[in-house]
């Protein structure tokens, strides 16, 4: 009997290795569901043939913080300083020459497609409306943010004077705490205006103005109020007058030729 016990001990070690422990789920794996459930979730559309309208905004990291190269921002000089190349509004507005930019070129960068965080996508919904196909989108979020960068001439045609009421309210609401995010207001509003015919109560607000920035030759201004019926004047003048208020009530036209600027004061 004893020869055999060296084969039996050989045989129980062969059998021990062989018979392993059951694998433990690894930790932070996911576990089985219960049964008869099925592991594998319903296909969802891609990115690209999602609806713009309908596609869900990204996170949003809020005015001022938007995703670094998402955008190519282009901004040329007022003296002869090169353009320089900024990758945020935030490294826009902390731009040591800030305060000597003209204006800024704003471009998307990526990633494709194109999908708007919430906040760019209550921009493209105040400044075209509801139906803004991801085209359209894309080129009125760039015009928001443009106006959100640096605007030098502010009553020239691509300026803040150029631009729709929606899209000041858009740029506006977009960025608040820009350098010139109070001007900005100030046009959307219609409490600031520049030269041109301006009904009052639409696009201009009603009340107490003066030119807060008067053109390049202030000898060469001249304004008129115009009364709704039949468009009798109601008065003019030139730069002398326009440093005092000019009065203007709803209804009333009001006409500025080389002034400047005007703003209200009460």
């Not at 290795?17 to 930790?27: E, L």
């Not at 996911?30 to 596609?55: D, I, N, Q, W, Y």
């Not at 509801?130 to 080129?139: P, Y």
């Not at 003048?237 to 009065?247: C, K, L, R």
Request: include cysteine.
């Amino acid at each position: 009997m004893r020869k055999f016990l060296p084969f039996y001990a050989v045989v129980a070690l062969l059998f021990a290795g062989c018979v392993a422990p059951s694998p433990q789920p690894s930790p932070g794996l996911p576990s089985s569901g219960p049964a008869g459930s099925s592991a594998t979730a319903s296909p969802s559309l891609p990115p690209s043939s999602v609806p713009f309208s309908e596609a869900p905004g990204k996170e949003d990291p809020g005015p001022g913080e938007d995703d670094a190269g998402r955008f190519a921002y282009k901004c040329s000089s007022l003296d002869a300083s090169p353009e320089v190349q900024l990758s945020s509004l935030a490294e826009v507005w902390a731009a040591p020459n800030y305060t000597r930019m003209a204006s800024c070129d704003v471009s998307y960068a990526g990633p494709q497609p194109f999908q708007p965080t919430e906040r760019e996508l209550e921009a493209i919904t105040t400044a075209t409306g509801q139906d803004a196909g991801a085209e359209k989108g894309l080129a009125a979020l760039l015009e928001v943010q443009r106006l959100c960068t640096r605007v030098s001439n502010e009553a020239a045609a691509d300026g803040f004077g150029g631009a729709s009421k929606e899209t000041l309210v858009a740029a506006a609401q977009f960025c608040p705490d820009s350098p010139q995010g109070k001007i900005i207001a100030a046009w959307a509003d219609g409490s600031r205006v520049g030269d041109g015919e301006h009904a009052v109560g639409d696009r201009m607000q009603p009340g107490g103005y003066r030119l807060v920035k008067p053109a390049a030759s202030p000898g060469e201004c001249s304004w008129t109020i115009t009364a709704s019926d039949g468009g009798s004047v109601v008065a003019r003048g030139g730069s002398e007058a326009a440093g005092q208020t000019v009065d203007l009530t709803s209804g009333q036209n009001f006409t500025s030729d080389k002034c400047g600027i005007w703003g209200k004061m009460y």
